[in-house]
C-alpha cells in the first residue's frame, strides 16, 4: 500500500507531469481552530464532512501555520513570504478600529497568490474574512489580485449583522452590502453560487474559501457603546453539541459543527457541478485556538498569540481525487508558506523573480523524508492594545528554540519531546547557543 500512495502524490505535485489541464484550487480557510478542534484529529466536536475530507485525501500531521495570528498568518499564507518580510511588519492582528485610515496592510508589490494565478488565467475569488487591511479601497482584496470578493475585511464580525460592533463591514467587491443572515452560511451560500456559475469550459478557478468560525463574533454593548467579543452559535446547533458541560466550549462547538455542515455544502456543491476531480482542495486553520472562548490545542503546549506548538501547528487536510491516495498520512515538515510556491507549480508559473520562504512540496512527498535540513522562523510583534510582547522562534529538523517575552528561552528536541516539556538548555548548551545565533541570522535576513 505503501508505494502506490507516493506515486499518487508525485503525480500531484508534479505537475508537468500529470496533464496539460491545470486544476480548480478551493483552499478553505477556518479561524482559531486549533489541531483538536477537528474530529480527524482526535476532538470531540463532530466534523464529518472535514473528517471525510481527511478519509478521501492526505492528512498532514507535521503542518504550521506562518504565524500564530490571524493576519500575519494570512500574509504568510497568500505571499508564501514569512511576515516579518511583510513592508507593514504585519506581526499582530490588525485592529478594526484602532488602525482605520492608517493605510496599514498588505501593500503593492507584495504579490499574492491570487495575483500570480490571476495573470495565468485563472478565475480568482475570495470569499470570507481578509484581514489584511482595510478603511481604504487600495487594501481590499480586489486590488491585491481577486477578481471577485464578498465578506468582511475586519478580524472579526457580528455573525448576525455583518457588521463590526455597529460599524458595516460587508462588501460585494468594494462596495458595502447591509446583509442579514448567520455569516457562516452566508458564507458557504456565495461559495456554492460561485461554483453553481461555473461553465463546462470556463477557466480554472482559485476560491479562497476564508471562514470566520469558529472564531468569537464581534457584537455591540449599548451600555457600553462599544464592540464586545462574544460567541454567536445559532440555537439549533448548540442542541447538537449538547453532551459538551463547559459553556464556552458548547458554544465554539457550535459554530464548529455549523462550519463543518458549510464545508458538506461546498463539497457536495463541487460534485454536483461536475467539478470534483479537477478540484485540488485543501482544508487548513490559521493558528491555534483560544481556549478563553472554547478553542483546544490538547496535547500541544501553548495557544493562539504564542509560538508553542499548539499555536503553531495546525489541521491540514488535502483532497484531489485520483491523484491524492485516500486516507493517507504525511509526516513532512510543512508550512502555509509552502502553498504559494505549490499552487504554481500545479498551474505551471516560473517562479524566478519570486523571493519566497516556502518550498514546493512535491520533493518531500515524493522522497518520503521529513526535510530534516529545513528551518522555520517565526516572530510576534509587541501588541499595545492587546498588551503582547514579541516573541521568537526557530525550528531546524526536530530541534526548537523559543524566546517568550515572559518565560525566557527555551530548546525542545520535538521528536522525543513533541509537547514540549523539557527545557534542554542546561543540557545541550551548543546547541543552544547556536539555534539562538541562527534565530538572530534570520531575523536580520528577513529584513533586507
Known amino acids: 500500500m505503501f508505494y502506490p500512495r507516493i506515486v499518487l502524490f508525485f503525480c500531484l505535485f508534479s505537475w508537468p507531469l500529470f496533464s496539460a489541464d491545470r486544476p480548480n484550487i478551493l483552499l478553505v480557510f477556518t479561524d482559531d481552530q486549533g489541531i483538536n478542534d477537528v474530529g480527524c484529529y482526535g476532538s470531540e466536536i463532530p ?45 499582530s492582528a490588525l485592529m478594526f478600529m484602532a488602525d482605520e485610515h492608517k493605510m496599514t496592510g498588505i501593500q503593492p508589490g507584495e504579490t499574492t497568490i491570487a495575483e500570480r494565478l490571476r495573470d495565468s488565467g485563472y478565475d480568482t475569488s475570495l470569499i470570507g474574512k481578509w484581514h489584511l487591511g482595510h ?9 491585491h489580485g481577486f ?41 458557504t451560500d456565495e461559495a456554492i453560487s460561485f461554483l453553481d456559475s461555473r461553465e463546462s469550459d470556463a477557466d480554472p478557478f482559485f476560491l479562497y474559501l476564508a471562514y470566520n468560525a469558529p472564531h468569537f463574533g464581534k ?40 462550519l463543518d455542515d458549510g464545508v458538506g455544502r461546498v463539497m457536495d456543491a463541487l460534485e454536483a457541478n461536475g467539478l470534483a476531480e479537477d478540484t485540488l482542495v485543501v482544508f487548513l486553520t490559521d493558528h491555534g485556538g483560544d481556549p478563553v472562548y472554547g478553542g ?80 522555520l522562523f517565526w516572530e510576534l510583534g509587541a501588541h499595545q492594545e492587546l498588551d503582547r ?19 525566557g528561552e527555551f530548546l525542545f528536541n520535538l521528536s522525543d519531546d513533541p509537547y514540549e516539556r523539557s527545557n534542554l538548555i542546561d543540557s545541550e548548551p551548543e546547541r543552544y547557543m547556536a539555534m539562538k545565533a541562527q534565530r538572530d541570522k534570520m531575523s536580520l535576513q528577513m529584513r533586507k
Open 219 to 258: 457584537g455591540w454593548s449599548p451600555s457600553a457603546q462599544s464592540p464586545i467579543n462574544i460567541m454567536q452559535p445559532q440555537a439549533e446547533d448548540l442542541k447538537r453539541v449538547s453532551f459538551i458541560e463547559d459553556k464556552v466550549s458548547r458554544e465554539f462547538a457550535a459554530m464548529a459543527v455549523s
Open 296 to 375: 483546544n490545542n490538547e496535547p500541544y503546549r501553548g495557544d493562539k498569540a504564542t509560538l508553542f506548538e499548539g499555536g503553531l501547528r495546525v489541521p491540514c487536510i488535502m483532497r484531489w481525487p485520483g491523484k491524492i491516495a485516500a486516507g493517507s498520512r504525511n509526516k513532512a515538515l510543512c508550512s502555509s508558506l509552502d502553498l504559494f510556491p505549490t499552487f504554481c507549480d500545479l498551474a505551471g508559473i516560473e517562479l524566478e523573480d519570486d523571493r519566497l520562504d516556502g518550498r514546493e512540496l512535491g520533493p518531500a512527498l515524493f522522497e518520503g523524508n521529513r526535510w530534516e535540513d529545513r528551518s
Open 47 to 91: 466534523t464529518p464532512n472535514i473528517d471525510r475530507l481527511a478519509s478521501e485525501g492526505a492528512l498532514f500531521e507535521s503542518w504550521y501555520s506562518a504565524s500564530s495570528i490571524c493576519t500575519p498568518s494570512r500574509f504568510g499564507l497568500l505571499t508564501g513570504r514569512n511576515p516579518s518580510r511583510s513592508k507593514h511588519q504585519l506581526l
Open 135 to 143: 478603511g481604504d479601497k487600495s487594501l481590499l482584496p480586489t486590488r
Open 147 to 187: 477578481d471577485s470578493f464578498i465578506g468582511h475585511t475586519g478580524g472579526c464580525i457580528d455573525f448576525f449583522t455583518m457588521t463590526y460592533g455597529v460599524i458595516p463591514d460587508w462588501y460585494h467587491q468594494e462596495e458595502y452590502v447591509s446583509e442579514n443572515g448567520y455569516a457562516t452560511e452566508l458564507i
Open 389 to 407: 510582547k514579541p516573541w521568537s522562534a526557530m525550528r531546524t529538523g526536530d530541534w526548537k528554540y523559543l524566546e517568550t517575552p515572559t518565560e
